[in-house]
Nanobody, 122 residues
C-alpha cells in the first residue's frame, strides 16, 4: 500500500514563497523507491494541471512551460520525499496542489496524495 503525504501548503502574500513536501511510502516494502514523482495543481473551476516531475534515480526534472523559472522540484532519496519550491507566488497560483508518484516499474502516475491548499493573497 502506497501512501503520499503532502505538507507545506498555506496562505502567503503575493511575492512570497512556499515549499511543499510529499513523503512517499510503501507500507509493506522497506526499500521501495518511486520511478518518478511530481506535482499537479487544480484551481477552482479548472482542470488539474501538470506542474513538474522528477526522476528519483537521475534527479532529472521536467516542468510545464508555464511553471519554469519560479517553481523548482527536488527530491531526497533517503526519505522518499519530493519537494516543490515555489517563489514569487502570484494570486493565480492559488490552487490545491497534488503530489503523484509512479512505482519502481511504472511508466505513468499511479499514486496520488490528498492535496494541499495553497492560497496566494494579493
Amino acid at each position: 500500500q502506497v501512501q503520499l503525504v503532502e505538507s507545506g501548503g498555506g496562505l502567503v502574500q503575493a511575492g512570497g514563497s512556499l515549499r511543499l513536501s510529499c513523503t512517499i511510502s510503501e507500507l509493506s516494502e522497506r526499500t521501495w523507491t518511486p520511478n518518478f514523482a511530481g506535482w499537479f495543481r487544480q484551481a477552482p473551476g479548472k482542470e488539474r494541471a501538470f506542474v513538474g516531475t522528477i526522476f528519483f534515480n537521475t534527479g532529472e526534472t521536467l516542468y510545464a512551460d508555464s511553471m519554469k523559472g519560479r517553481f523548482t522540484i527536488s527530491r531526497d532519496n533517503a526519505r522518499n520525499t519530493v519537494y516543490l519550491q515555489m517563489n514569487s507566488l502570484k494570486p493565480e497560483d492559488t490552487a490545491k496542489y497534488y503530489c503523484a508518484a509512479a512505482g519502481p516499474s511504472d511508466t505513468q502516475y499511479v499514486y496520488w496524495g490528498q492535496g494541499t491548499q495553497v492560497t496566494v493573497s494579493s
